[in-house]
């Protein structure tokens, strides 16, 4: 289960790298914005004039994508928590000496201070 979780993770910020890259290619409506400075013209030079449709449309899909596997995650993780718990807790078990425990397991002793001030030199 770790494996697909794993892969799946890999998958998500693969998907998150390609949506970040989608959106800054994208032009603004008013200026050009950011997709214009970061290779707006090359979109349109490949994609034609229907550069907005294509990457509006790309945009959506990644982002279904994005949410699919965001979701999913979340709900192995769960998965794989309840049955890491029900088979022994998700953190091994370490077995000390008993020698060791008793010398550290009881409480240390109270330091006592004595509240009255010690008497000041005389010269």
């Known amino acids: 289960m770790s494996i697909i979780l794993?892969?799946?993770t890999?998958?998500?910020?693969?998907?998150?790298?390609?949506?970040?890259?989608?959106?800054?290619?994208q032009k603004a409506k008013s200026d050009g914005g950011m997709?214009?400075?970061?290779?707006?013209g090359v979109a349109e030079a490949t994609f034609g004039a229907d550069t907005g449709n294509v990457l509006s449309k790309a945009t959506?899909?990644?982002?279904?994508?994005?949410f699919v596997l965001s979701f999913a995650l979340y709900l192995g993780r769960i998965y794989?928590?309840?049955?890491?718990?029900?088979?022994?807790?998700?953190?091994?078990?370490?077995?000390?000496?008993?020698?060791?425990?008793?010398?550290?397991?009881g409480p240390a002793a109270p330091i006592k201070v004595d509240p009255t001030p010690a008497p000041a030199a005389k010269p």
């Open 6 to 8: 794993g892969i799946c």
């Open 10 to 25: 890999f998958v998500l910020i693969l998907t998150s790298v390609i949506l970040i890259l989608l959106v800054l290619a």
């Open 35 to 40: 997709g214009a400075a970061m290779g707006g």
């Open 60 to 66: 959506i899909n990644a982002s279904i994508v994005f």
């Open 80 to 105: 794989e928590g309840k049955h890491a718990s029900a088979s022994g807790g998700a953190l091994p078990s370490i077995s000390v000496p008993v020698s060791a425990t008793k010398s550290q397991t």
